[in-house]
């Protein structure tokens, strides 16, 4: 099972930026798909974007599609996502995870990723 860990959270102004990276060991990301989630306080985890290693395809939530934009580096087993015109409701601990037989198509579910990072917290504030 791949093993994950987020970097890059921090304190930013709104309209701001951010590039979180999430880094892959244990396993390459080869043919697994990965996911970006958040979770507020008191409120549910949100997919926020997804790529599919197999083919370079991507999804994201209708309320980033537009500012945010995930990649990755299948050379050093790196995902990344950047975070442009950063709001105030983007603010919450962001969580990469992983699946090795999952394709993202048509939505992004927490229950659908096997291996899961610890997150990093973003805050969106002046």
């Known amino acids: 099972q791949v093993q994950l860990v987020e970097s890059g959270g921090g304190l930013v102004q709104p309209g701001g930026s951010l590039r979180l990276s999430c880094a892959a060991s244990?396993?390459?990301?080869?043919?697994?798909?990965i996911g970006w989630f958040r979770q507020a306080p008191g409120k549910e985890r949100e997919g926020v974007s997804c790529i599919n290693s197999s083919d370079g395809s991507v999804d994201y939530a209708a309320s980033v599609k537009g500012r945010f934009t995930i990649s990755e580096d299948n050379a050093v087993n790196m995902v990344y996502l950047q975070m442009n015109s950063l709001k105030p409701d983007d603010t919450a601990v962001y969580y990469c995870?992983?699946?090795?037989?999952?394709?993202?198509?048509?939505?992004?579910?927490?229950?659908?990723?096997?291996?899961w990072g610890q997150g990093t917290q973003v805050t969106v504030s002046s």
């Open positions: 995870a992983a699946d090795p037989d999952l394709y993202c198509s048509g939505g992004i579910w927490a229950t659908d990723f096997t291996s």
């Open positions: 244990g396993s390459t990301l080869g043919y697994h798909a």
